[in-house]
């Protein structure tokens, strides 16, 4: 008996209904898919969105609440009120250890041009304006530029984004250095500016808006040139106690939807208005004596020794000395920079090696400050045109 070899197969009702049913499945879950596509992206816009406004507000939180910090004699604490950009000077980084209590943070790879305070060799077209600043050097001792930098926040248009109009990017800058972009996607609130600044009210506790309506915004510090009387620093700028950042962080996702992330929020200008009163009464008398030599021997002939006999002030007189603070430069510059920070410990002579020096003649001018708690330093005293040995 010969069996059949032939398979049996679906029947064309069979594969009619299969595909039926498939494609009645892939109705019924591709919205679901679908959907929960666009809830991935739009959850992951959103946290874009709150990242970007999130981290804005922290940085200019932080800075700003800093103000007017480590500023030398007259040195302003807000330079610049714009609806879109603000501009302030504040000791918010240091790459020298005498300076760690005044400034935010230390960084020893930190460059002298963005540690201390702009020079008129140095000014800025400051954002969004035809101002240039500074016009004066600013220091904190005699010969001691001030350690406190110019920041500016700004926004600009964006350029890239040609689907939403009005967006713009933020931006940071310190002194002179080539501005970082912080974040971009970002639109204005309706009255079109993202900083708002406040000046104390009639009544106690109560504060005043500075309007562009009113003419009062822009607003520059302007130093004086001369003898013009009416080119002096705007006082109103000296006055602002608050300001409030208004900005909104927004996503665009692939199907078109904009997502929005708001943030309002009053940052006090904790310095403003305030006097920064020694808190160890006057500056500390100076050190007795400096001397400076060559060290080493022919062979080491890479260093000096610095010595120096305390201040008065240290062991007598207001005992407020806290500790010595040794300034070095290279002839034939005029700008000291600091080298050693050496705590007060009842020493009759205090000694310290200066180290990887350069030879050959070169000549090097040093000087020693006694430093109180305020932290207010003494008059400089100085010795001048050391050489290494060759």
Not at 12 to 33: H, K, S, W, Y
Not at 177 to 199: H, K
Not at 268 to 273: D, H
Not at 328 to 340: I, K, L
């Amino acid at each position: 008996m010969r069996l059949s070899t032939r398979r049996a197969g679906f029947t064309l009702v069979e594969v009619t209904m299969v595909m039926t049913l498939l494609a009645i499945v892939g109705a019924l879950v591709m919205p679901f898919f679908l959907k929960q596509s666009r809830s991935v992206t739009n959850t992951a816009g959103n946290l874009d969105a709150q990242q970007s406004v999130s981290f804005a507000l922290n940085m200019i939180d932080h800075d700003l609440r800093v103000a007017g910090i480590g500023t030398g004699l007259n040195q302003p604490q807000l330079v610049e009120a714009n609806p879109l950009a603000i501009t302030f000077n504040a000791n918010l980084i240091t790459n020298d250890t005498t300076a760690v209590t005044t400034a935010s943070y230390y960084d020893p790879a930190v460059s002298n041009a963005l540690s201390t305070s702009l020079t008129p060799g140095s000014k800025i077209t400051l954002p969004l304006s035809s101002t240039q600043y500074p016009d004066s050097t600013y220091y904190q001792a005699p010969g001691l530029a001030s350690p406190a930098q110019t920041i500016s926040y700004y926004l600009r248009p964006d350029s890239t984004v040609t689907t939403v109009p009005q967006t713009y990017v933020l931006w940071r800058q310190v002194n002179s250095a080539s501005p970082v972009m912080l974040a971009r996607g970002f639109t204005l609130p309706v009255s079109n500016a993202a900083f708002r600044y406040y000046i104390p009210g009639a009544t106690t506790n109560s504060v005043q808006e500075l309007t562009v309506a009113a003419g009062q915004l822009p607003r520059y510090f302007k130093e004086p040139q001369g003898s013009v009387p009416n080119t002096g620093p705007d006082d109103t700028l000296a006055l602002i106690s608050e300001v409030r950042l208004q900005l909104t962080a927004m996503y665009q996702d692939q199907f078109g939807n904009q997502m929005f992330r708001n943030v309002n929020e009053a940052i006090p200008l904790l310095n403003a208005g305030l006097q920064h009163v020694s808190a160890c009464g006057a500056a500390p008398a100076p050190v007795g004596s400096l001397t400076a030599s060559a060290y080493g021997g022919p062979t080491g002939g890479d260093s000096v020794q610095v010595q120096w006999t305390p201040s008065s002030d240290e062991t007598g007189g207001a005992k407020d000395v806290r500790s010595y603070v040794i300034y070095r430069r290279t002839q034939p510059s005029t700008a000291w920079e600091p080298v050693f920070n050496v705590q007060a410990s009842g020493l009759a002579t205090y000694t310290e090696i200066d180290k990887g020096l350069t030879g050959g003649g070169t000549k090097y001018d040093y000087a020693a400050a006694a430093e109180n708690c305020t932290p207010a330093l003494s008059t400089l005293v100085t010795q001048t045109g050391v050489k290494p040995h060759p």
